[in-house]
C-alpha cells in the first residue's frame, strides 16, 4: 500500500449497500459528495449506479476515498473487509468509519488491521433504522481518536447527530450495546402487554391506548405498539425483526464474556430465537407479538 497523499477518487464509499447503507449513501450524493458503494449483489450495484452512485462489487478492488462508511451487517464481514481494505494498494489517508453494530471484538480486530497498515478508525455503530437513514436523523455513538472523530462528524452530520462515548475503539460498540439492552427488552415487554391484553379477552389496541397514557409507555410501546394490536393487516417492513434478533445475541454474548448479569435480556432473547424459529425475522419487528401468541 502507498503512503502518498494522493487525491481520492470518491468522498465517500460505503461498504454494504443494504437497508441502511443504500439510503445513506443517496442521501450523502444529494448533499453534493461524490459517493460510491461496495457490494457484491448486481442487483444492489444496478440499483446504485441509477441513483447517481459508482459502484464497486468488492473491497479489494475499491479506489480511494476520503472516508470509507462501513454498514455491513456482521462482524465476519467488517473483518473480511478490514482485511482487504489494508491490503488495497491505496493511499492512507483514508478515514474508515465502522457504522455496523458488530460489537467491541470485531471492531477492535478490524481496527487494528487497519491501522497497522497506516489508516485511521473510529468507531461508530448508528441508530435509528431505515427511517433515520432516510432522513438523516440517525444518532452515531463515536469512540477513538478526537481528531478522527471530528473528521468524521464532517460526513456524518449530513447523516444525524453524533455523542462522543470513549477514546478506545470498541466503546461505541459497547455504548450500542447497552441501548440494545434497552431496546430489545423493551420491545418484548410492548409485545408482551399487547399479547396479554388479547387472552385477557380486551381490545389490544384499546390496551397500546391506556399503555401509552401513563407510566407503562415506552418509545417501544408508543412507535410499535399500534402495530402489534392491528391483527388485520401485515405492516410494511420499517425495521427488521433480524436486527434485534442479532443485537439480542451480540449483548447476550458479551454480557456473558463479561460475567454481566442480564436476565431481563436473557428473557427476551428466548422470545427472538422463537420468532426465528417461527419464520419471522424479516418481518416488521412490531410482529414479535405473534412470538406471544403462537
Same mark, same amino acid.
Given at each position: @500500500?502507498?503512503?502518498?497523499?494522493?487525491?481520492?477518487?470518491?468522498?465517500?464509499?460505503?461498504?454494504?449497500?443494504?437497508? @441502511?447503507?443504500?439510503?445513506?449513501?443517496?442521501?450523502?450524493?444529494?448533499?453534493?459528495?461524490?459517493?460510491?458503494?461496495? +457490494?457484491? !449483489?448486481?442487483?444492489?450495484?444496478?440499483?446504485?449506479?441509477?441513483?447517481?452512485?459508482?459502484?464497486?462489487? +468488492?473491497?479489494?478492488?475499491?479506489?480511494?476515498?476520503?472516508?470509507? *462508511?462501513?454498514?455491513?451487517?456482521?462482524?465476519?464481514?467488517?473483518?473480511?473487509?478490514?482485511? $482487504?481494505?489494508?491490503?488495497?494498494?491505496?493511499?492512507?489517508?483514508?478515514?474508515?468509519?465502522?457504522?455496523?453494530?458488530?460489537?467491541?471484538?470485531? %471492531?477492535?480486530?478490524?481496527?487494528?488491521? *487497519?491501522?497497522? %497498515?497506516?489508516?485511521?478508525?473510529?468507531?461508530?455503530?448508528?441508530?435509528?433504522?431505515?427511517?433515520?437513514?432516510? !432522513?438523516?436523523?440517525?444518532?452515531? *455513538?463515536? %469512540?477513538?481518536?478526537? +481528531?478522527?472523530?471530528?473528521?468524521?462528524?464532517?460526513?456524518?452530520?449530513?447523516?444525524?447527530?453524533?455523542?462522543?462515548?470513549?477514546?478506545?475503539?470498541?466503546?461505541?460498540?459497547? @455504548?450500542?450495546?447497552? /441501548?440494545?439492552?434497552?431496546?430489545?427488552?423493551?420491545?418484548?415487554?410492548?409485545?408482551? %402487554?399487547?399479547?396479554?391484553?388479547? /387472552?385477557?379477552?380486551? +381490545?389490544?389496541? $384499546?390496551?397500546?391506548?391506556?399503555? /401509552?397514557?401513563?407510566?407503562?409507555?415506552?418509545?417501544?410501546?408508543?412507535?410499535?405498539?399500534?402495530? @402489534?394490536?392491528?391483527?388485520?393487516?401485515?405492516?410494511?417492513?420499517?425495521?427488521? &425483526?433480524?436486527?434485534?434478533? $442479532?443485537?439480542?445475541?451480540?449483548?447476550?454474548?458479551?454480557?456473558?464474556?463479561?460475567?454481566?448479569?442480564?436476565? &431481563?435480556?436473557?428473557?427476551?432473547?428466548?422470545?427472538?430465537?422463537?420468532?426465528?424459529?417461527?419464520?419471522?425475522?424479516?418481518?416488521?419487528?412490531?410482529?414479535?407479538?405473534?412470538?406471544? *401468541?403462537?
Amino acid at each position: @500500500m502507498t503512503t502518498e497523499q494522493a487525491t481520492p477518487s470518491h468522498d465517500v464509499i460505503v461498504i454494504g449497500a443494504g437497508a @441502511m447503507g443504500m439510503p445513506m449513501a443517496q442521501r450523502l450524493r444529494a448533499n453534493g459528495l461524490d459517493v460510491a458503494v461496495v +457490494d457484491p !449483489s448486481p442487483t444492489a450495484r444496478e440499483d446504485a449506479l441509477t441513483r447517481d452512485l459508482s459502484a464497486y462489487p +468488492d473491497v479489494s478492488v475499491m479506489p480511494s476515498s476520503g472516508v470509507v *462508511l462501513v454498514t455491513v451487517a456482521t462482524g465476519p464481514q467488517l473483518i473480511e473487509a478490514a482485511a $482487504k481494505g489494508a491490503a488495497r494498494d491505496s493511499a492512507s489517508f483514508e478515514l474508515w468509519v465502522i457504522c455496523s453494530t458488530v460489537g467491541p471484538a470485531a %471492531a477492535s480486530e478490524s481496527a487494528a488491521v *487497519l491501522t497497522s %497498515a497506516g489508516f485511521r478508525v473510529v468507531d461508530t455503530p448508528m441508530t435509528g433504522g431505515v427511517p433515520g437513514a432516510q !432522513s438523516g436523523a440517525l444518532h452515531f *455513538l463515536a %469512540a477513538g481518536d478526537c +481528531d478522527a472523530i471530528d473528521e468524521a462528524k464532517r460526513v456524518l452530520s449530513v447523516l444525524g447527530t453524533t455523542t462522543d462515548v470513549g477514546e478506545r475503539i470498541g466503546d461505541g460498540q459497547s @455504548m450500542k450495546l447497552v /441501548n440494545q439492552l434497552c431496546c430489545a427488552v423493551h420491545l418484548t415487554a410492548a409485545a408482551e %402487554a399487547v399479547a396479554l391484553a388479547v /387472552n385477557l379477552g380486551l +381490545d389490544p389496541a $384499546k390496551a397500546v391506548q391506556v399503555i /401509552n397514557s401513563g407510566a407503562g409507555t415506552s418509545w417501544f410501546a408508543q412507535e410499535r405498539g399500534p402495530r @402489534m394490536a392491528d391483527f388485520t393487516t401485515t405492516p410494511d417492513v420499517r425495521t427488521r &425483526l433480524a436486527i434485534l434478533e $442479532k443485537d439480542s445475541g451480540l449483548v447476550e454474548a458479551e454480557a456473558g464474556a463479561r460475567g454481566a448479569r442480564t436476565p &431481563l435480556l436473557n428473557a427476551a432473547r428466548e422470545q427472538y430465537l422463537l420468532a426465528a424459529e417461527l419464520g419471522l425475522l424479516e418481518s416488521d419487528d412490531s410482529q414479535i407479538v405473534h412470538a406471544y *401468541l403462537s
